[in-house]
């Protein structure tokens, strides 16, 4: 039997307060709407679709027709959106310019079409929305043809197909940007940072294509964009913080003279701040980085769902701003209300990867404060992820860290289970490095033998030494030890205390 779409379900269920007040003034509810009243409200009330019950409520000929009203629902309620959300962004702008252009010489006005249209264009070279530059220029053309201008048509054809080409040229080089740094993108959030020599090799043969050497190469502002935040995240993932954040200065320069930029691409613009901040962390004394995370907070997107993926960056932040300024106690507050937060409004779809961060650095921040059931809440969402794939070094500390928890929680049955499962996903995964291998072997061969006596301090030392002579020889195992302070937790163990970095 064929499952009922959801669509409308998830669509609702994204709408936040002020739109589903605008709504239903917006259509008031009246005549043949009514059954529509009564989809939305049923389905603003379910915390999972359940197209049964949703029928149940429903008058028997709106239930046989449910599939039809769902569709037309759905198309209301985007009409709703469009014109709520009308012109808030720059592009929205251009595109209302230009239906009105359209209408303007349909029914020949033509000065004032003329006079939308440059204002349209003057807008769309000014963001370099190329393709609509290059419609709004035909647009033009088509206006003088309409009004038999010949002589503008003969003096300005020649100057304004050059143009045009120029736009071609301009989109054809901002493409092979995008292109190249889809690519890059996709690798680096799958792979997350370098580990071992092979995969410092991979990220530095994407960042050798020419288009990433010259900066000269980029015709655009766009493009140039785009050639600071690769090899500002080539950096980043390469575990040099100092450059990444040399080219997000740049970055957020560039932004900075050119407001345009920002008003059409609102990610790029929270990408450069929240990474500015995460490679930043340490640099500052503690008070003045609380004041920096809170910066984040403040940034104003047009629209909720844009809000909801700023402050899932900000509780990622803010999160990882206690981890490394090892301020415990001071965290609870703030990782409570990161809860909250993330159980109210997972509805609106935050950003997935910076969710799957903000999670695990709760679950640390629970870890420390020696609130282990609470921790293990938190890990076993991250673990739970549906995209495994993303972000493949977080996911693989999670599951390290997983085994130091149930460790904690003296869950001694379990352990087996949990570290063959874990030797498993690592090498599916290829990320069976030396930290991880010393860890596993440490949880699967000498934990479950270990008292409380002198033998468990020599065994924990003894791993201590191992971790400390493998990072001292292999820079690259260094970055494992950048989630979570291993060392503290192991000499914790050696002196007999709680543990506290």
Known sequence: MKTPSNE???????????????????YNYKGNDDHYSVIFDAVSAQGTYDEARLKRALEPSASRNLKQLKSQLYERILQCLRHLHSGKTVQGKIRELMDQAEVLLHK?????????????RKMAVACESFSYAYELAELKERTMQRMGNTKWLEENQPVFFEDQNELLDQLKNHNRYRKAASHFVNVTTR????????????????????????????RSVRARSIFYT?????????????????????????????????????QLYLFTINNMLNTGMGSLPFENMVAEVGSLKDLKPYSHAEHADVLIRYYGSLMRMFIVYARYPEAIESVKEAEAWLKENNKYSPSKP??????INIAILWFCNGEYRKCLAS?????????????????????IFNLIVHFELGNEELLPHITLSTYRYLYKRNRLYKLE??????IRRKAPLLGQGKERVEAFRELKNNIIKITSKDPF??????????????????EGRKFVA
């Open 8 to 26: 409308l379900f998830e669509l609702v269920r994204s709408l936040n307060p002020q739109e589903k007040k605008y709504f239903k003034q917006y």
């Open 108 to 120: 020949k006005q033509f000065q004032a079409c003329l006079k939308i249209t440059e204002k349209a």
């Open 191 to 218: 792979k997350g940072h370098v580990r071992d020599k092979k995969l410092a090799a991979e990220y530095k043969q994407i960042i050798s294509d020419p288009l990433w050497k010259k900066e000269s190469s980029a």
């Open 230 to 266: 690769v090899n500002a995240a080539y950096h980043y993932y390469s575990n040099d913080n100092k450059k990444s954040f040399a080219w997000l200065l740049k970055l957020k320069k560039l932004i900075d003279e050119h407001p345009a930029l920002k008003d059409r691409d609102f």
């Open 354 to 359: 910076h969710s799957l961060i903000a999670l």
């Open 379 to 399: 890990l076993n969402q991250a673990l739970n992820f549906e995209e495994q794939d993303t972000l493949q070094d977080r996911h693989s500390f999670a599951r």
């Open 437 to 442: 291998t010393l860890v596993l072997d440490f």
């Open 477 to 494: 195992e260094k970055q494992a030890l950048s989630y979570f302070d291993f060392l503290s937790w192991i000499d914790s163990k050696i």
